[in-house]
């Protein structure tokens, strides 16, 4: 009997104490990593990033471009209150 409870005691507060606590700690770290970006995502943003950065250079060229002909192009099209007057110009 006494074999016995010497088995039991312990078993209990393992069971009681250890395990959900190992258990809780353990999914809470696995959510941590989770939580990251995976390699697939982090490919995705680089390659988004690289298109942004392209466009940012076309838009400046595009600007440079109308700023040497049409110099008045930003002043132009912000001070009229619609479309068609723009377009009528």
């Given amino acids: 009997m006494s074999g016995m409870v010497f088995f039991f005691v312990p078993a209990v507060i393992f069971m009681g104490l250890v395990l959900p606590l190992w258990l ?3 999914y809470i ?4 990593q989770s939580r990251g970006l995976s ?4 490919q995705a943003l680089v390659e988004a990033l690289d298109v942004v950065e392209k466009l940012e250079d076309r838009i400046e060229t595009l600007e440079a471009i109308l700023d040497a002909d049409h110099s008045n192009w930003r002043t132009r099209r912000s001070g009229s209150s619609g479309t068609a007057s723009a377009r009528s110009e």
């Fill in 24 to 26: 809780i700690l353990h």
């Fill in 29 to 32: 770290s696995k959510s941590r």
């Fill in 39 to 42: 390699a697939q995502d982090r």
